[in-house]
């Protein structure tokens, strides 16, 4: 064959379409939605699993985060070592998860938007709440696939016996789409499922008393339902999130601060307010926040109208956000917007299926080991009979087959 005829016509339109759509479904199955069963993308599943595998649960010791990226690295996730351990690090950081589902020792990083150290000095183990996800995990619960490299064996979903998605939400930029699911609390959830399980025609309205809304790790207050209801029946709203702040002593004390705002850049950016003259009778501010939680003083002048100062704020600063909510996640590796229902809905029938496969697991170990335990019995009952056979013959080959001839 002559090096003309290996060349093959291609439209480069339709080349570009398909290496474009093949890109895309990667991004979208692969790495920026989660999956409506665990609500996990692919590298937080296979830290976790890494984690499982490494034995290093909540009442372990702790290791060196430098040995979980590396072990993640080796076995299931080939890309790079960064992209693991800012993944890692997330899951630890209880002011970016309503439910870390790791444990972190070391600097973990701040709501200051500070990194953590470098995974040669954090330390890592897995929460009391990864390890429900990852329970029976043994026992044939999830379908497995090959790893990168066709020697090991992952799985597909984690068997979660939380509610993760709901739990702790989810943030990804796909190609053409999007998702951005809140937190909520565990207690509202577990109780909105039991509801459902009794009730499967229950309305979303119904729901709603039960589970009252998103509960973000930072607090801050949500203003007005209408958002609320709107992702609750169709899968998208628009939330208004405002700082829980008081007034006293003619300043204001900022206490708790919308999801996802980054504490210092709040901060600087009511400074730069003041600076450009865009509020007015702010004299001093002050970060007095620690470990029991964050304490933002602005003092205002003798002058000052506290609560008009506060509204400005609330206008031009961090203090109140729009969380856009997408809930969009993978159903059968195919994207789709789900309402509240819908993903309860999904995460039941994971979780029956779960529990089928486990029983099914412990069936045959349990019909093996009944059929051991009947042949005792019957070797039991027929011991002189059994120890002569042995005796008289001339290897193990042939005593077995004279016992299963004659018992």
């Not at 039941?348 to 042949?375: M, N, P, Q």
Request: with cysteine; aromatic share 6%.
């Amino acid at each position: 064959m002559t090096e003309q005829e290996q060349i093959k016509q291609v439209v480069v339109e339709d080349q570009l379409k398909e290496a474009y759509l093949d890109y895309s479904m990667s991004v979208i199955i692969g790495r920026a939605l989660p999956d409506i069963r665990d609500g996990l993308k692919p590298v937080h599943r296979r830290i976790l699993y890494a984690m499982h595998e490494l034995g290093l649960q909540h009442n372990k010791r702790f290791t060196k985060c430098a040995g979980i990226v590396g072990d993640c690295l080796k076995k299931y996730h080939p890309h790079g070592d960064s992209s693991v351990y800012d993944a890692l690090v997330r899951l630890g950081q209880d002011w970016n998860l309503r439910y870390p589902l790791v444990i972190g020792q070391g600097n973990w990083g701040s709501i200051d938007g500070d990194p953590a150290a470098a995974y040669r000095y954090t330390e890592a183990k897995l929460s009391k709440l990864a390890e429900e996800m990852l329970i029976d995990i043994e026992k044939e619960t999830v379908d497995f696939v090959p790893n990168f490299d066709g020697v090991l064996k992952e799985p597909v979903v984690l068997p979660s016996k939380l509610p993760n998605l709901l739990l702790n939400g989810s943030t990804g930029i796909a190609v053409g789409m999007a998702t951005n699911i809140p937190p909520h609390n565990i207690s509202e959830i577990i109780d909105g499922i039991l509801l459902i399980l009794e009730n499967p025609s229950l309305d979303i309205l119904e729901l709603m008393k039960v589970i009252k809304g998103p509960d973000f790790p930072t607090g801050a207050i949500i203003n007005g339902r209408k958002g609320i209801e709107d992702y609750y029946k169709t899968g998208r709203g628009r939330l208004i999130v405002r700082a829980k702040t008081e007034i006293e002593d003619n300043r204001i004390i900022v206490k708790e601060i919308p999801y996802q705002v980054n504490k210092s850049l709040l901060i600087e950016g009511i400074a730069n307010l003041v600076k450009e003259g865009y509020t007015e009778g702010i004299k001093d501010i002050r970060d007095e926040s620690d470990k029991q939680g964050i304490r933002v003083i602005l003092d205002l002048r003798k002058d000052a109208d506290s609560k008009l100062v506060l509204n400005q704020l609330y206008k031009h600063s961090g203090l109140q956000t729009t969380f856009g909510v997408i809930m969009v996640a993978l159903v059968n590796n195919e994207p789709r917007t789900l309402n509240l229902k819908d993903l309860i809905g999904y995460y039941i029938k994971h979780r029956k299926d779960v529990t089928v496969r486990r029983l099914e697991f412990e069936l045959e170990k349990s019909r093996i080991r009944a059929h051991i335990l009947l042949g005792l019995k019957v070797a039991l009952s027929n011991i002189d009979a059994v120890i002569a056979t042995i005796k008289s013959s001339k290897d193990t080959i042939i005593a077995k087959e004279l016992l299963v001839e004659r018992f």
